[in-house]
């Protein structure tokens, strides 16, 4: 197997002041004045965060390549490892946690059905030869007092620490640390989203690797050309493991995508999309603002009301200030006026993306403007240029491209996107966030940059040439649901199953996080119970009178990962997943094993339902309508293994449950929720085994 561009040698600087190693002049701190000072660079902005915009060049992760013909009983070792990074060139190197120490990991390329063996080593020791605690520290900003600036806006402000690091108490930015988080140290499983294999390759989350450790997978590849990505999955410290950079792209190629011709080589770019805070030392005098350049996992705090009123100390899942790209802060890109391929992954443990190109060449924008160019609320409005096409989801190219002006990208959704910048040549333009983020945005608010193309101004004949082929993808099938059957395509499959699962707000039970239940639906002569029922009008009926529609009513069979399992489907099967939303965040909703379609979408209006809607003590007060139904976008059509649901949404997707058996997972992608109390297990088992299996899926038609 050739394996290109690793480098195992590991950076000697050392690490970031602790409160047993005090600050020396080999940390070379970078404080905001002196960033500020610096010789600027061309095309580099300043920020009121306390670093400047576009300092680093976008880097490229290596690649390893595994060959056509690979065997499958030889594997390569991948390994998760203490590296050194620097997240900003103003920043100084700090450790990491990531696959063979750079962030992203390397990028895995492999053609269709050729079979990938690889150890994942957890090699996660430190200098001493100990297993390594987390190279950052995870804090907790106390709930908002009277007068106080709210604890949200707090925990999105760059900088602060924890209080070990202050032990005079000096200062108002220190915080405590989450619980256990100091001596948490690197167990690790490996997941491989969006791929079809058996369930003991999967990354279930029980399967933690110690250090020293290494677990063997074979990933057979046998699905159509997609961005896939791998990431660690551990049992209740995905979030912490991910945040310390255990994350890389995973690319699959086929005969039909060579075919097209796409941007590919130094025109095909990953664009890893996460957002991290940085920890600051203690300051010596107001104002001041100094980098250690560690990351700082600093969560809001709030008082959940529980159960009989009693409150409940829980934490909103992290966002950070500084949006990345390939493990670097607002970095910038050189590009030609031609055609290029982005490969768009939101790996954010938390925060949704709505992304469009802004053209910045002659921009002056007021601080915190408002990202969206529809809002024009201080007299600003940022101009969007040459729209995205969208040539794929997660799972694959759709059937023909799809032009959009802003581009909504969930945690863990990919998106195959085209950009053509041949009618913006010596433009400067940004990639930007719209989705409640600012421009130039002030300390506390999200700021809407995500990194910087700035393009030549001449291009060779070749590269200007290319136009996007019409149709990309001539094996797509649409799934639908005709009556009582599906039909993939021109085939009619006349039996499946459903299944249903309730996306809860926070506050049953006691329970400061939203949940995930897994339903079960009531027959017609069990009787309702007092609590936890949900009750909505069978769609089926929406052209019957009132007094004669059905009311369909669920029941919780299991609240978290532990209850016992129920949802057990037989290999080869076909199942319409049912997602109702019934308050609460956006959740990104994602399925391990298979690839699904969208194919329903309706709207309840949840604040116009009042007492009709969701109750904390009871489940759903009244009977939930026939919602409105909702259009399925063109890119919601395509292959997708995870789905942002809404608020007030009924999402069906429609899924395959062929060519894998074993063990899988669903859960909610918001890492701190998929933490919590948002993750269930699945099984997948021949169908000659289903024979003597009792558990079984929710219902067939």
């Known amino acids: 197997m050739s394996v290109t561009g690793i480098d195992h040698q590991k950076d000697l600087a050392m690490s970031a002041p602790t409160a047993d190693r005090p600050a020396t002049e080999l940390d070379v701190p970078i404080t905001a004045k002196a960033a500020a000072d610096a010789t600027p660079d061309d095309n580099v902005v300043t920020s009121r965060l306390g670093l400047r915009k ?44 990531a696959y063979e120490g750079q962030i992203p990991g ?41 007068g106080a600036p709210p604890t949200t806006t707090t925990a999105m402000t760059p900088g602060g620490r924890a209080v070990k690091l202050d032990p005079a108490g000096s200062a108002a930015d220190s915080f405590p640390a989450l619980a256990g988080t100091d001596d ?26 110690m250090t020293g450790g290494r677990t063997r997978v074979l990933y057979p590849n046998g699905q159509e050309s997609a961005t896939l990505w791998y990431h660690d999955h551990a049992m209740a410290v995905t979030r912490f493991n991910v945040y310390a950079g255990l994350a890389g792209f995973y690319l699959l190629r086929d005969t039909n995508e060579a075919s097209l011709t796409l941007p590919s080589g130094p025109y095909e770019l ?81 925060r949704t993306l709505t992304l469009a190109v802004h053209d910045t060449t002659d921009e002056s924008a007021p601080p915190n403007s408002p990202a969206n160019n529809a809002d024009a609320s201080n007299g600003f409005v940022p101009v969007r240029v040459t729209p995205m096409t969208v040539i794929g989801t997660d799972g694959g190219l759709l059937p023909a491209p799809i032009p959009v002006s802003t581009l909504e990208v969930g945690p863990a959704e990919r998106n195959d996107v085209l950009i053509d910048f041949r009618l913006l040549a010596g433009k400067t333009l940004e990639l930007r966030n719209e989705q409640n983020a600012f421009i130039n945005a002030d300390q506390g608010r999200a700021d809407a940059t995500i990194m910087q193309f700035v393009v030549g101004k001449t291009a060779s004949p070749t590269d200007t040439h290319w136009e996007p082929p019409v149709e990309l993808n001539p094996d797509y099938r649409r799934y639908l649901h005709v009556g009582t059957d599906l039909q993939v395509g021109s085939q009619t499959i006349h039996s499946h199953e459903h299944f249903w699962v309730a996306l809860i707000p926070p506050g049953p039970g006691g329970g400061g996080h939203p949940e995930l239940w897994e339903l079960r639906q009531l027959d017609s002569k069990e009787p309702s119970p007092g609590k936890d029922l949900i009750r909505l009008i069978d769609p089926r009926d929406k052209d019957l009178p009132p007094a004669e529609q059905t009311v369909l009513r669920f029941v919780p069979t299991a609240k978290l990962f532990d209850d ?12 319409v997943w049912n997602i109702l939303h019934l308050g609460g965040p956006p959740h990104p909703f994602h399925i391990h094993m298979t690839q699904f379609q969208m194919i329903e979408r309706g709207q309840w209006d949840l604040a116009a339902l009042g007492d009709d809607g969701w109750n904390a003590d009871n489940g759903t007060t009244g009977v939930l309508p026939i919602p409105a139904d909702s259009a399925i976008t063109p890119t919601h059509q395509g292959m997708k293994d995870t789905y942002l649901i809404k608020p007030g949404e009924w999402v069906k997707v429609l899924g395959d449950f062929t060519g894998a058996t074993g063990s899988f997972m669903y859960h909610c992608h918001i890492l701190d929720h998929e933490d919590h109390t948002m993750m269930r297990p699945f099984v997948v088992l021949p169908r000659e085994v289903m024979a003597f299996h009792k558990a079984h899926g929710g219902g067939h038609h």
């Open 54 to 97: 576009f300092r680093d060049e976008l880097p490229i992760p290596k690649v390893i390549t595994i060959p056509a013909g690979a065997d499958e009983h030889c594997a390569i070792s991948i390994r998760a490892q203490v590296g050194r990074h620097r997240f900003h060139r103003d920043l100084p190197k700090t450790d990491v946690w």
């Open 106 to 146: 390397p990028t895995i390329e492999v053609e269709r059905d050729t079979p990938a063996a690889i150890d994942w080593v957890n090699d996660l020791f430190n200098d001493d030869g100990q297993p390594a605690t987390l190279p950052y520290d995870v804090v907790r900003v106390p709930p908002t007092t009277t």
């Open 270 to 350: 990953p664009l890893m999309i996460t957002d991290r805070n940085f920890e600051t030392y203690v300051p010596k005098q107001p104002g001041e603002t100094s980098f250690t350049g560690r990351p700082l996992y600093k969560q809001a705090g709030v008082v959940a009301v529980g159960a009989e009123g009693a409150p409940v100390d829980t934490e909103i899942p992290v966002s950070g200030p500084f949006n990345l790209v390939n493990g670097k802060v607002w970095p910038t890109k050189k590009v030609k006026p031609r055609w290029y391929r982005l490969r768009i992954l939101n790996a954010c443990s938390t």
């Open 564 to 575: 016992a399992n129920s949802i057990v489907f037989a290999e080869g099967s076909w199942a």
């Open 184 to 209: 948490l140290t690197g167990a690790t499983v490996v997941h491989l989203h969006g791929a079809l294999t058996n369930g003991h390759n999967d990354g279930w989350s029980h399967n933690v690797t």
